[in-house]
């Protein structure tokens, strides 16, 4: 989606161990628009796989994943990473190491808004080793749900996300492809 | 507004130590139109005011500041909990009570997003005691920006957070104004 890589180029930032700081637009101060449109093009290309509920983590997968269930016409479900005093004492709980804090983080879900049948898409920010996005997985799949699709604004290749998810083969979509940020310097793939 | 108050009656349930649970549509599912709607009316309520920003505190505050930011064609900056590394080492920082997770925790904005002379809206889920607005208020002047508007999802006359926000001067607004859960029955007031 060149929207979206025209303005990684202009305001991303690459910081040390193979960061991508996009706080400017995504991950801290977030642009509305350009969210709305990344919406828009996730639902655009998941829109035949019968999806009836998006999923994401918080905090930074709360944005894009609203704008597509927006444009998809589906609830959003986040995953919680501390349990609030509102969500039941069962709940579907799995951890997965947090790229950005360092630490292995909770992933929390309810039993009352995951169920057996529910046909989920997921959608993050982030798609790099996918660590976040198999936590999801683990806990719809305990819920007895079936992950149809799986987005993410952007995909950095060489964190190896993608191979992790091909046993799931489903769709995997990334809006902006990172392919390199050797010596700081963001590479796109060429699609 | 109508077709939020319609639904927390229909949906929301009044737990124990005066907590409304509306985890189904706000707090962990997300309504995507509800909240859209949302963001619409806030917009209209708020066009007037010269805001250039929105500020809201992450978790639950994300949605509804996206969507008011999406119709007021501002972007929104949220607050963060635990400081990632993409930020930098000097932080406006404050601690606030958080009502469902029982603790204090840390409200934590980059100087990169918030500046003086920055006119920002704030929009949150909830004005119950009034503490995290405060919070993110405290942020705001530390940074220099003015407060030019507040506006909350739901409102809870009975925890005083109105009053603790008069001596801002500025306009408040909810969309549903909560005067009581007395035996767990929700009650509006007459606007």
Known sequence: MQELKDRILREGRVLANGILKVDG???HQVDPALTHACGREFAARFKDLGANKILTAEISGIAPALTTAFHLGLPVVYARKTKPITMPDQVYLTLAPSHTKGRMVELIISPEYLTHGDKVLIID???ATGATILGLVRLAEAAGAKIVGIGALIEKTFEGG?????ALEVQVESLAVITSMDDGKIVFNEK
Chains 1, 2 share one sequence.
């Not at 993608?162 to 091909?166: D, G, I, P």
């Open 125 to 127: 920010d982030f798609l």
């Open 25 to 27: 637009f995504i991950n």
């Open 162 to 166: 993608r191979a992790m998810l091909e």
